[in-house]
T-cell receptor, first 114, second 115 residues
Framework: GNSVTQMEGPVTLSEEAFLTINCTYT??????LFWYVQYPGEGLQLLLK???ADDKGSNKGFEATYRKETTSFHLEKGSVQVSDSAVYFC?????????????WGLGTSLAVNP | GAGVSQSPSNKVTEKGKDVELRCDPI?????LYWYRQSLGQGLEFLIY????????KSGLPSDRFSAERTGGSVSTLTIQRTQQEDSAVYLC?????????????FGPGTRLTVL
């Protein structure tokens, strides 16, 4: 079945460091890919998405490119801030048959120190 | 505009009691989803509604769990005879239904604690 594998955390960085959170997937068909973020004490928010191969999603300085050849959707940011401290979830949409659910990675906790 | 709302935000119950969790989706969103977020286990899909019907109930963990949606809007997730392993954050999401790339918008969740 479809699945998402996400690098384990926690990840701890200093402010202005470069961030990569790896995400790889297994899927039949052509899923859409998503990164969601959960800030402390808040609900899940969509960070960015890509709906087809080679698409790049971007938002708030974060980017991720849908790579079909490597089945990856790695999240990157060039210079993290303390306010980026949160849990990041990679997900894919499973639209097989009547399904419209999201399949989730386990989440990666990021702590950014000043 | 208003986002997805859920109530209650917190629920503490005793083992064996029934609980009802409510979700109010974004107006106009035809699709509604329930997920469960357990510590250390990530997010688990429970059920999906399109309008008032549930084409996919595959994620409901047991027959103690049921859900309904009325008027194409509000949904209720009911857990009967709660067990301690039901303790989790229950998340509701809604979306428009597009050919690709629907974005699911999440509510703040209901934290359920079964004593």
């Amino acid at each position: 079945g479809n699945s998402v594998t996400q690098m384990e955390g926690p990840v701890t960085l200093s402010e202005e460091a470069f961030l990569t959170i790896n995400c790889t997937y297994t899927a039949t068909g052509y899923p859409s890919l998503f990164w969601y973020v959960q800030y402390p004490g808040e609900g899940l928010q969509l960070l960015l998405k890509a709906t087809k191969a080679d698409d790049k999603g971007s938002n708030k300085g974060f980017e991720a490119t849908y790579r079909k050849e490597t089945t990856s959707f790695h999240l990157e940011k060039g210079s993290v801030q303390v306010s980026d401290s949160a849990v990041y979830f990679c997900a894919l949409s499973d639209f097989a048959g009547n399904n419209r659910k999201l399949i989730w990675g386990l989440g990666t906790s990021l702590a950014v120190n000043p | 505009g208003a986002g997805v709302s859920q109530s209650p935000s917190n629920k503490v119950t005793e083992k064996g009691k029934d609980v009802e969790l409510r979700c109010d989706p974004i107006s106009g969103h035809t699709a509604l989803y329930w997920y469960r977020q357990s510590l250390g286990q990530g997010l688990e899909f429970l059920i999906y509604f399109q309008g008032n019907s549930a084409p996919d109930k595959s994620g409901l963990p047991s027959d103690r769990f049921s859900a309904e949606r009325t008027g194409g809007s509000v949904s209720t997730l009911t857990i009967q005879r709660t067990q301690q392993e039901d303790s989790a954050v229950y998340l509701c999401a809604s979306s428009l239904v597009l050919l690709v790339g629907d974005t699911q918008y999440f509510g703040p969740g209901t934290r359920l604690t079964v004593l």
